[in-house]
């Protein structure tokens, strides 16, 4: 777990999973040859052999008045077609309240996208029924975002039931808020337009007192995308549209003030990106 602080605004890092290796079916270019050429990423987000270090995590952010969760990860209970991530009954839930956060504390979630890995604990299992997690929170999520997967047609392509377990059920509770993706939630904190990972794709922007920060959501899964903004995931709906958005982040925010914070970046999870050379690196 790491924490941030942003002028007032607090950051704090909720780990659900964190694993090396494994991770090529995300980023299928990403060969133990190749990553072993970029000197920085190790030891934080690559290991000796090349393998990749991601990680799976929530991001809690406080203002004086809001608490927001960006991305709810996995879940548990959940019938996933990866190992991992099938049938969890994982301590998320005491993990947010030993931090300081429990679930009736949160009053807004945001989804970045609507992937497996960011829409979990959007739900949770009571009397074999999906049923919101955060019930007295309102769910964001963008309005680009759930015109592509909202569709029938998507939906019953899915290889598994992730909205009708972790999505479907917030809208039914009506605590869904349909938002554009520049949406403002508050004075510290707004969306910034990332797609082609997905359709309606966000990043979160947060500015407090003189200082700013970015969560990246799955515009950018590793670091070794930095160094290599060329490359793609194995998700991306529109790679072309992915490299452009990689490339115009990385050109807006090099050699600036801005915290970079990893949605899958492995601990220490945030930095500062550099110009290196032709391409860039993260400090952290």
């Known amino acids: 777990m ?13 780990i659900e999973l964190e694993a090396t290796g494994g991770s090529r079916f995300i980023l299928p270019d990403a060969t133990r040859e190749l990553i072993q050429t970029i000197e920085w990423l190790s030891p934080h987000f690559a290991d000796p052999d090349g393998r990749l270090i991601m990680s799976i995590h929530a991001l809690i952010i406080e203002t004086k008045d809001r608490r927001i969760m960006v991305d709810t990860c996995l879940g548990n209970d959940k019938v996933r077609a990866i190992p991992g991530w099938n049938m969890r009954h994982g301590p998320f839930l005491e993990d947010i309240a030993a931090v300081g956060y429990p679930r009736d504390s949160i009053d807004t979630v945001l989804c970045t996208h609507l992937h497996v890995d960011h829409v979990g604990w959007n739900t949770m299992l009571v009397d074999d029924k999906w049923v919101p997690t955060f019930d007295k929170a309102r769910y964001l999520i963008g309005e680009k975002e759930w015109a592509h997967w909202g569709s029938e047609d998507i939906e019953h392509r899915r290889g598994d ?8 059920p917030v809208f039914d509770a009506g605590l869904v808020d349909l938002v554009p993706t520049d949406h403002k939630i508050c004075d510290e904190v707004w969306l910034e337009s990332t797609p082609g990972h997905t359709p309606g794709h966000v990043s979160v922007r947060i500015s407090s007192r003189g200082e700013e920060a970015l969560i990246t959501g799955d515009c950018m899964h590793h670091p070794c995308q930095i160094a290599m903004p060329d490359m793609c995931s194995g998700a991306d709906s529109d790679q072309d549209m992915a490299r452009k958005t990689r490339h115009a982040l990385l050109n807006k925010y090099a050699d600036g003030p801005v915290l970079v914070i990893g949605t899958h970046f492995a601990s220490p999870t945030a930095g500062h990106i550099l110009r290196d050379g032709d391409a860039f690196r993260l400090a952290v």
Request: proline share 0%; net charge neutral; aromatic share 4%.
């Open 161 to 168: 039931d992730i909205i009708s377990d972790s999505v479907r």
């Open 2 to 14: 790491n924490k941030w602080q942003v002028g007032d605004v607090k950051i704090t890092q909720v």
